[in-house]
């Protein structure tokens, strides 16, 4: 404990913790009268427990990140969100007013933040150009009130990893902290340095389900590091500080690994293919290797790009204000599809191009029931941009399907019990899709009207619509089993029924075939491609006198 004395902020050491209601109690009890909780459950359906406190030490969550990492629960410290952690490292170190910190620009700024609202100063150490430091440098800026060295690895916004050697002889020579966020190690195809915290006792890794774990929205953060230092910030943290909806979500997410390794080998695949076309691109200077999921690129003319990408429905960061990265964007991997059409829109702006006036067709549809809420967002004259989250990954794939056929930008978000009541959140969606369509195609003035389209793969479909406002649909679909990719074959004519009867549409849909996940992937991709036609603007002013 030779250096952490000197690091952490000496009172801390003896300070006696706020003691819950919860941390209070050991051994078993069935009847809790201790926390003026409300005895009966929640009305809020989804999480159980939610009339109790959650647990103040996250001891499950804890457990399970061990069986994960090998690093033992008196080293971990969960928070809402590692922004949570990093204010509370700099809390347990340093005294405002007369301590310092170091950070290595360019680098996230929450670090700064941080020690600023603790009237901590920052010490910057400017890298080479090539973004590289070295140990040298940063211990020659160390004073006697250095209290944390920061270091992001891979470093946000520019992707690099930070070299180990160097990190190592900052460890050692250091009085003070290491603190390594490796917010975006699961990019990087590296393990990071949290193995090192066993070997030293002044080195502290944050990570997050924030960036690879696809949960920014939960705020959950982790910190791994010595027992002693994580003792005193388990001590100053708010004694709930994770709530129990966060917690759940962890804790579910981690039962699905699967999920989480396939998303980062296929953003890792896209961050390599980006990076090749992006070099490609001529008024590109400069596309910065990257083992995150963003690239950092250097750019002719950094604003005209950003506004014109942003003219076109595209946001990027503009880091170019930022230490060594003059005319630097940052740009986030996407979806193949995304990508593809960033690519596109930056090629048009070199090509000289103008930006595309922005149609703005967009229909924004939210409904919320006991059972669902959906959201969605639909433009059906766009690109074919489609993100969609339904909860049953089938279904996903038949709307992201419907989108890229009819180059319709569809953004879904279902949120109910799919497993228990798939058919719900399914014809919920219909009607929310239905009735944004309706308002989109509004009186239907000049548009075609009619579609008709006979898709042939190995299996057939036949699609017709017309799009008058009448509401009907003939289905004569015939599937072989009564689930297709786990989603009952009969909720399927349920889905275009709801559609029709809300978007005002009379559809006619036969399909055979031999394999069902092929039909029902050409009824879709009929409909999309009969709508695509019948919603066309033609120049005859009006099709029926009626409209
Ligand atoms: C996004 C990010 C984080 C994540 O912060 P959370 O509070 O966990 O969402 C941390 N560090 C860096 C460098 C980041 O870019």
Known sequence: MTKLK???????????????ARNEFTGRARIFLDANENPYGSSFRGVTGMNRYPDPMQYELKERITRITGIQSDRIIIGNGSDEILDLLVRATTMP???????????????????????????????????????????????KDTRIIFICSPNNPTGILA?????????????GLVVIDEAYIDFSGTEGFLQLIKDYENIFILRTFSKARAMAGARLGMGYGHPELLRVLNSIKMPYNVNSLTLAAGLNALDREEIYRSQV???????????????????????????????????????????????????????????????????????????????????????????????????????????????????LRGRGIADIQTGSGFLDHMLELFAFHSKTDLLVRASGDIDVDM???????????????????????????YGFVMPMDESRAMVTIDIGGRNMLVWNVKFHDNTVGRVPASLFKHFFRSLA??????????AEGEDDHHIIEAVFKGFARSLKQAAEITDDRIQSTKY
Request: net charge negative.
């Open 6 to 20: 000197n690091i952490i902020r000496p009172d801390l050491l003896t300070m006696k913790p706020y003691s819950s």
């Open 97 to 143: 007013g007369r301590s310092n910190v170091i950070t290595v620009p360019p680098t996230y700024g929450m670090y700064r933040v941080v020690a600023e609202t603790n009237n901590v100063a920052v010490k910057e150490v400017l890298p080479g150009d090539d973004f590289m430091f070295s140990a040298d440098e940063i211990m020659k800026a160390v004073d």
């Open 163 to 175: 070299p180990s050697e160097e990190v190592n002889r900052i460890v050692e020579q250091l009085d």
């Open 265 to 379: 080998q296929r953003i890792i695949s896209n961050r390599e293919k980006l990076t090749g076309e992006l070099g490609k691109i001529d008024g590109i200077r400069k596309v910065f290797p990257s083992s995150a999921n963003f690239i950092l690129v250097r750019v002719d003319k950094p604003v005209e790009l950003y506004n014109y990408l942003l003219a076109e429905g595209i946001v990027v960061r503009d880091r170019s204000g930022m230490p060594l990265c003059e005319g630097c964007l940052r740009i986030t991997v996407g979806t193949e599809n995304q990508n593809r059409i960033l690519v596109e829109e930056i090629n048009n702006f070199f090509a000289g191009k103008p930006a595309g006036e922005q149609t703005d067709n967009q229909v924004v549809k939210r409904r919320r029931t006991r059972e669902t809420d959906i959201l969605v967002d639909i433009n």
């Open 423 to 449: 058919h719900h959140t399914v014809e919920d969606i219909a009607i929310t899709m239905g009735q944004a369509l309706n308002e989109m195609l509004g009186d239907r003035k000049g548009v075609n009207r």
């Open 501 to 510: 009867d809300n978007a005002g549409f009379t559809l006619n849909i036969e």
